[in-house]
Structure formats: structure tokens, C-alpha cells
């Protein structure tokens, strides 16, 4: 069934395979997605491909400089016939929402969202409102043009279960891009789960295996990154400021069993924690200058410390 769920987004989407698993490892892991990426590739055609072959509803929220919170989860506006504030939701009541160019707003803004991603509801006046289920956020970074944005803190990256970066087509993708683009050439999506076959397929997830050793695994990553020196890291010691913390080791877990489903095993092997680690890690490790002077990134460290740690 979920195969099919991703044949549908393939039909719109060309390429870009770690993003359409990313999201469909999200969404049924119950987490969001920061993409990273240079415009046109396809960050909002792939959301919207998804949800419409889930039928769940999609909204997005273009952020600019002026936006405000409650452009995105609403108000309480005076109702002169009534003469009583009622209230208009805003665009995050939806189950998948597409933050573009989250950068690009205040912090105040960003913090908006904070509520509903971690809690799954907005308070709105004195009232909380619970957010339709499954809710996703998928945000967009734009890493080419700086002026003008606000980087988001540690607290709000932490928020997201994966960061996903996104590159240009190769030649033959790209060529075929042009071509259904040129022509609207696109193939009809179908909707292939609705919200009940969407719980079922959630609830499969739980049944996946995970060995003590996987799980001592997963761990060992992400406290490696906190205190690299216990595991013959030493050499990364004066590079990291901060490490992963608990949200990490539990998105990678998540992430490591989901990713195992969209394989068709029943089990998590130390191939599914290995590539489940880039994109849960790379946002939750804070690299000081001296990283910076020695042409050192995130990916750098997590790789090192996969070719560190022994798998089991």
C-alpha cells in the first residue's frame, strides 16, 4: 500500500527520492521536515502530490518579513451582528502544511508554529484548539540568498524530526521535467488511503523490530555527538559545541523503524540507522568556528562517527 502511495507522488515528482521517503517516513512517524533547497525543485509540487494521494487537505503559508502569528493560526475577530468574538482559524488547521521560506519571517513568527508542532494544537485568545490528525509541517529554507532571514534557533530546529537537503535534477530528470512541464504532461494523482487505512498502515509501524543491539546502537550515535571522546573521537572534540539531544535519539529511532516499513522488512538493521542518522542528526549538531576554519560540517561529523562506532 505504500508503495503505491509513492508511485502516485512519482507520477508528479521526478527524482528527489530521499525527500518523497522523508516526508511519507514523517508523516507516519508523526514528525516535520526542514528542506533545505535552491527554488524549483519541486518542494511544494511534492507535498501537495502527497496529500492529495492521502486525501488529506494541504494549505500553505508564503513567509515574508511582515507576516504575523496569527496569519497562521488565526484570530479572534468581533462579530458586530452578535456583538462576541468568535474565531477564524488560520491555515495551520490543516493536515499538511508547507512553511515556505520559514527563514524569511521573524522569530515571533516562527515560534508560532512551535506550539502546534510539538503539542498538535494553537491557543488562540484563552481557547486551545487540537489540530487535525495526522498534521504535518513541512518547512523550506532557502540556503542561497541570506539578506533578509532569520535563522531559526537550536530550540526550533529541534522541533523537526528531519532536515532534508535538496539539490538540482540530474541531466535525464531534469530533461524530463521540461518536457512534462512544457506539454502539461502530468499523469492524474489518485488517492490510494483515506484516514482510516492511514491509521491502520500508521499503527504497523509499532511492529517493526528493533534488537537491544540496534537500540544501544542508536544511542551511541547520538550520544557520541554530546561527548565524542568517550568513543575514540577525539579528534571532534573541539569542533562541537553542542550534540543531539533526546528528541534526537528518539526521532531516530522513529525514523530508523519507519524506514525499515518502506523497505518491506519487518526489522531494523544497523543500513537503516545509518541512513536514517544524516537527516535526523545534521540540524542537531552545533559546529563552532573552528569547524568552520577546518571545512568541517555536520554530514563530515556524523560520517566520522559512523566509521567509528562499530556496527552491530
Known amino acids: 500500500m505504500i508503495c503505491s502511495v ?14 518523497i521517503d522523508s516526508m511519507i517516513i514523517a508523516l507516519f512517524s508523526g514528525g516535520h521536515v526542514l528542506v533545505e533547497g535552491v527554488p524549483g525543485v519541486a518542494k511544494t509540487t511534492a507535498v501537495n502530490t502527497l496529500a492529495r494521494s492521502l486525501g488529506f487537505d494541504f494549505k500553505r503559508v508564503q513567509f515574508t518579513p511582515d507576516l504575523l502569528p496569527g496569519d497562521i493560526i488565526g484570530n479572534e475577530i468581533l462579530d458586530l451582528k452578535a456583538n462576541e468574538f468568535r474565531i477564524k482559524h488560520g491555515p495551520v488547521f490543516t493536515h499538511l502544511l508547507l512553511a515556505d521560506e520559514i527563514n524569511r ?26 489540530l ?48 512534462r512541464a512544457a506539454d502539461g504532461a502530468y499523469e492524474a494523482v489518485r488517492q490510494v488511503l483515506d ?26 550515535i547520538v550520544t557520541a555527538t554530546r561527548d565524542p571522546g568517550t568513543y575514540c573521537l577525539e579528534d571532534l572534540k573541539d569542533f562541537i559545541d553542542y550534540g543531539a539531544g533526546p528528541r534526537g535519539s528518539i526521532d531516530l529511532y522513529k525514523a530508523s523503524r519507519a524506514h525499515a516499513w518502506l523497505q518491506g522488512r519487518d526489522f531494523v538493521t544497523p543500513a537503516d540507522v545509518a541512513a536514517m542518522a544524516y537527516p535526523v542528526l545534521r540540524h542537531r549538531i552545533l559546529l563552532n568556528y573552528h569547524a568552520v576554519a577546518a571545512d568541517l560540517d555536520a554530514d563530515k561529523v556524523i560520517r566520522k562517527i559512523l566509521e567509528t562506532i562499530p556496527a552491530p
Open 6 to 19: 509513492k508511485e502516485e507522488v512519482k507520477k508528479v515528482v521526478v527524482g528527489h527520492e530521499e525527500l
Open 105 to 130: 519571517a521573524g522569530p515571533k513568527v516562527q515560534s508560532a508554529l512551535l506550539e502546534a508542532m510539538a503539542e498538535r494544537q494553537v491557543t488562540i485568545g484563552e481557547e486551545s484548539f487540537p
Open 132 to 179: 487535525p490528525e495526522p498534521f504535518m509541517v513541512l518547512a523550506t529554507a532557502n540556503p542561497v540568498e541570506q539578506e533578509g532571514t532569520y535563522e531559526l534557533p537550536e530550540a526550533s530546529l529541534d522541533r523537526f524530526m528531519m532536515k532534508v537537503r535538496v539539490g538540482y535534477n540530474d541531466f535525464e530528470e531534469e530533461l524530463t521535467i521540461m518536457e
Open 195 to 220: 484516514g482510516e487505512s492511514f491509521a491502520r498502515q500508521k499503527e504497523q509501524l509499532k511492529a517493526i523490530h528493533l534488537d537491544e543491539e540496534i537500540k544501544h546502537y542508536i544511542l551511541s
